[in-house]
């Protein structure tokens, strides 16, 4: 039976997961583990096609010692062992050799290449007070600093996801690749970047150490890794003071054409803490820190929405800014599929025949977007929006100072996009009207003379009780 690559990795993992000292303690970290298994899956695709981009296409150690002995003398693979890691791709390779030569009982060599530190002799010593004699180098990247803006439910989180799962398809590495938190209006530098706190420990009763949070966790790893590519997703980005929370590390959002930052700042918490590590403290003597290329930045962001915080201009401008609007073109199946909640007796083009929607429910019909399923139900609430909107620019034009004042725009991201409510909420008629129906008497037309102008209450008696045609609340 042939293995696939995947299979091989994941036995690959597994015998590392499964290598232990003297003492009984693991060899390899799972950080480690995934660095290895990534290096084996992509450092070699600048070879190809002189050898598979994937070394776990190779299976059998025969053919691997034959590519290995061509790989040593290859400047193509040196640059990439430098670039990956200072020292990752080779030290993984030698690790793979082992893995086929001795197979899954077989205990791991020790490698002449740590795993992310490239020293000329591993048992060297350290001068405490320098460290290690890392040599960190800087792989030029372009950073994805971007902020996806638009309705609430238009897919912007899901358009993070896409990008981050297309570079690490593999869950266990984009976990370890990726750090997803949300800005709330309580949400502190502290909390994002790393304070001082309180430990206590057997042998000290009180002592005070930096807790780091997750963009100081996160942009570690990537001095660590300087080949790979590191995410930090925050949503709701306008949800809390984005300045405030960013701090004296705002200054780092400004980028070379390199990818790293124009400007370096200090700050004796983030660089105390990587120099714990021996082999980052020769690298932060100066107590100066900075984002590397290979560290990206991704946000969400509602548009117009009833934030507490608004960003400024100075914060935006570091951004890249991406309009996410809202379409239904590419909606998965089961958010189309005619549910019994949209069930009705009438055609559609009767119900909306002689009403404002008629022209728009007609050119929905010979599209063939008009059905009795969600797409459709919220196309049709949005082009309420959009006429109610058009109306009162109209009657605004035509009305007092005073009287114009009290005139209000529904705002765009009042809107239903696509992913405002989940598969499960459609199938389940009550749901769906507890959901949708009342955040749109409540929310969308509050006190509007044409649209949902009974009580909630009687909304919710005739279209849940009596079962009446939901299509209906939009004549």
Not at 3 to 28: H, P
Not at 74 to 86: L, P, Q, T
Not at 232 to 250: H, S
Request: net charge negative.
């Amino acid at each position: 039976m042939k293995i696939s690559n995947e299979e091989q990795e994941q036995a690959f993992r597994e015998w590392l997961r499964g290598q232990s000292d003297t003492g009984g303690m693991r060899r390899y970290t799972d950080n480690a583990i995934i660095a290895y298994s990534h290096a084996l899956r992509t450092g070699c695709r600048m070879l190809e096609p002189y050898v598979a981009g994937n070394l776990f296409f190779y299976k059998n150690s025969y053919e691997f010692d034959l590519v290995f002995e061509q790989l040593q003398n290859k400047s193509e693979f040196r640059k990439a062992d430098e670039n990956y890691g200072n020292g990752t791709l080779a030290a993984a390779v030698q690790l793979y050799q082992a893995f086929l030569q001795g197979g899954d009982a077989s205990r791991a060599p020790e490698i002449s290449a740590p795993f992310y530190l490239k020293q000329k002799n591993r048992g060297e010593s350290y001068q405490e007070d320098q460290g290690l004699d890392f040599r960190y180098t800087e792989v030029p990247m372009t950073p994805l600093q971007k902020i996806y803006y638009g309705a609430p439910g238009t897919g912007k989180s899901y358009r993070v996801n896409q990008l981050i799962q297309k570079e690490y398809p593999v869950p266990e590495e984009r976990d370890a690749h990726c750090k997803r938190l949300i800005f709330h209006p309580t949400y502190t530098y502290q909390d994002f970047v790393g304070s001082i706190k309180p430990l206590i420990t057997l042998d000290r009763p009180l002592d005070y150490v930096f807790a780091a949070g997750p963009l100081t966790i996160l942009l570690k790893e990537a001095f660590m890794h300087p080949g790979e590519k590191y995410y930090l997703v925050i949503e709701e980005i306008n949800r809390g003071n984005a300045p405030a929370i960013f701090g004296d590390l705002f200054q780092l959002l400004d980028r070379q054409s390199s990818g790293k930052s124009e400007y370096a700042v200090a700050n004796n918490d983030i660089t105390a803490w990587f120099s714990r590590d021996p082999g980052l403290k020769k690298l932060f003597l100066d107590g100066k820190v900075w984002f590397p290329a290979n560290f990206n930045i991704l946000a969400t962001m509602n548009t117009a929405d009833e934030n507490i915080y608004v960003l400024d201009n100075a914060f935006k401008r570091r951004f890249a800014l991406e309009y996410v609007r809202i379409s239904f073109e590419n909606l998965p199946g089961q958010w189309c599929h005619p549910y019994d909640t949209f069930a009705g007796r009438k055609p559609l083009t009767a119900i909306f025949q002689g009403t404002p929607l008629e022209d728009y429910a007609s050119q929905l019909y010979y599209e063939g977007h008009l059905s009795r399923d969600w797409p459709t139900f919220a196309r049709l609430v949005n082009k309420i929006i959009d006429m109610v909107n058009r109306q009162l620019l109209q009657d605004m034009s035509q009305r007092s100072d005073t009287a114009r004042f009290h005139l209000s725009r529904i705002p765009e991201n009042k809107k239903l996009g696509p992913f405002f409510v989940a598969e499960t909420d459609l199938c389940q008629r009550d749901s769906f009207i507890n959901k949708v129906i009342f955040y749109l008497k409540q929310d969308v037309f509050p006190d509007h003379p044409h649209y949902l102008t009974e009580s909630y209450e009687e909304l919710y008696l005739t279209y849940q009780e009596e079962e009446a045609d939901l299509f209906e609340l939009l004549r």
